[in-house]
Each structure stands twice: as C-alpha cells, then as structure tokens.
C-alpha cells in the first residue's frame, strides 16, 4: 500500500477475495477502507465491474435492508452511551476496574489508619501493578466472551490495544492521584511506575501475550519489592525518588519496544 492508498494491485486482489494476497495485506486494505471514501469508491467500481455476482449480491442484501432502516427507531440516549463504552472497554472489564478501585481505596484507608506498611504508603506500593491488571482483563481470552470476534477485526491490533490500555488508565491514573495527594506522595514517585509497568507489559505482550506478560511483571513486582517491603518496613530502591529516572528509562524503552513492534499485535498470540 502506498502512503495514503491502496494501490489497484492490493484492491483488484482484494474485491476477487483477497486469496492472492499476503494476510498482512488483507489486514491493512481492511483497516484502511474504513476510513477512506476514495479507496471505497475505487472498490466499489472494481466489484461492479470486474465481480458481477458480488455486485449482485450486494445489491439484493441493501434492498432489503434499506426499507427496515429507513423506519428503524433513533437509538435510545442510554443505548448511545452503552455503545460509545463497548467502543473503549469489554463487559468484563467493569468488575475488574471496580476491584482495581477498591483496592486502591482499601489502601488509602490503611495509610490513614496507620495500620499499613510503616514508611511506605500502600498507594505507592500497588501503583504500578493496578493498571497492569486491567489490562490484563481487558484483553484476556478466557475473559472476553467476544474474544474470537474481536481478535478477527482488521483494528484488533496495537489500535485496540492501545484503546483499551487508555480506558483502564482514564479510570486508575485518577483514583491513584486522589490518593497520592491524601497521602502525601509526589505525584510522579507514582505516575512514572504505573506507566513505566504499563508500558512494559506492552512491550512483552508482543512476544508472549499481553495477560501472560501482565502475570509475570506482577509476579515479579510481588517478589522483589512488595515482599521485602512489608518485612523490612523500609522503601527500597524500586520506591524511592533516586530511582525515577530508571522508571523514566523503563518507560522510553517499553514504548519504543512497542512502536518498533507494533505488527506483533495482530497475531493471536498477542491475545494471550
């Protein structure tokens, strides 16, 4: 494909079913269409002349559909909203945001309470693995009902990914600087962990699947900083602020791993 279109080879090859085609090809032509007119029209004249059944079949499918949308009710103000929201996140992330929430505010109360982990607030101690674990729910396989669709569309790649990964940080970032602020922790001694951790779950996820990349970098987490925290009562070097540029360093390079691998998105066993 060229830089702003398909070329006739790629839309020739694509309206005769694509079987001359590379799938990575297929998977392009596909996310591109949606968002070029000119590239439909120039589809459209292909299949109309070159397709004749496909044409035909087109044709008898919108003629009877288009009386049913010509009468078909305006979706409700409720509906709207719901489908703007299955645009962002799947069914079963809700419960697991809501969980995410809680116990974020299950820690604050216990850094209030003074019943916590001494020194260290629990906020900043789970700050860089909560985020972690919404993304893993948003693009599980064993959670997603819908996994098979939504790993068949042309965008189920990085653009989904991505998509989902914002919504899980659109609800964690805010609740995480609440608590931040009422318990006294720089923002950044946080913020620069959490997407330090996100974006390296990312990166991983292109090689081994995003929810096995998020168990792992959790896992990790728990041994080498949780635990030793809570026992010694003591930051380690992990929490404290001469470490920020390393998280900063952390997150320059799990966001170049995943601009520079960006097609490992849309094999399936990035869905993993």
């Known amino acids: 494909m060229s830089v702003e279109h398909a070329s006739m080879r790629i839309i020739e090859g694509y309206a005769h079913g694509g079987t001359d085609l590379a799938a990575d090809e297929v998977w392009a032509v596909e996310a591109h269409l949606e968002a070029c007119r000119v590239c439909r029209d120039r589809l459209s004249a292909v299949v109309s002349a070159e397709v004749p059944a496909m044409a035909s079949l087109v044709d008898t499918v919108w003629s009877g559909l288009e009386p049913q949308l010509a009468v078909a009710a305006t979706m409700p ?3 709207r909203w719901s489908a703007l929201l299955s645009r962002w ?3 079963t992330m809700v419960p697991w945001l809501a969980m995410v929430v809680g116990v974020t505010l299950l820690a604050l109360l216990l850094d209030l309470s003074d019943t916590g ?4 607030s629990l906020v900043l101690l789970l700050a860089p693995v909560l985020p972690v674990l919404g993304v893993a729910a948003s693009w599980s396989r064993g ?3 819908a996994y098979e669709l939504t790993a068949s569309v042309p965008r189920a790649g990085l653009y989904l990914v991505l998509r ?6 659109g609800v964690v970032v805010p609740v995480l600087l609440v608590g931040g602020w009422v318990t006294g922790v720089m923002v950044a001694q946080w913020l620069l962990p959490c997407l330090a951790f996100t974006s390296t779950t990312l990166a991983l996820g292109g090689v081994v699947g995003v929810t096995r990349a998020a168990v792992v970098l959790s896992t990790v987490w728990a041994g080498m900083v949780v635990a030793p925290t809570l026992a010694t009562s003591r930051a380690t070097f ?3 602020t001469d470490g920020l540029p390393a998280w900063g360093l952390i997150l320059a390079i799990g966001i170049g791993v995943v ?4 097609g490992a998105y849309t094999v399936l066993g990035a869905h993993r």
């Open 164 to 169: 989902r990964t914002a919504s899980v940080l």
């Open 89 to 91: 996140m799947t069914p």
């Open 143 to 145: 959670l997603d009902p």
């Open 259 to 262: 601009i520079a691998r960006r």
């Open 117 to 120: 982990s001494g020194e260290v």
């Open 77 to 79: 103000r409720g509906r």
């Open 238 to 240: 992990a929490l404290q």
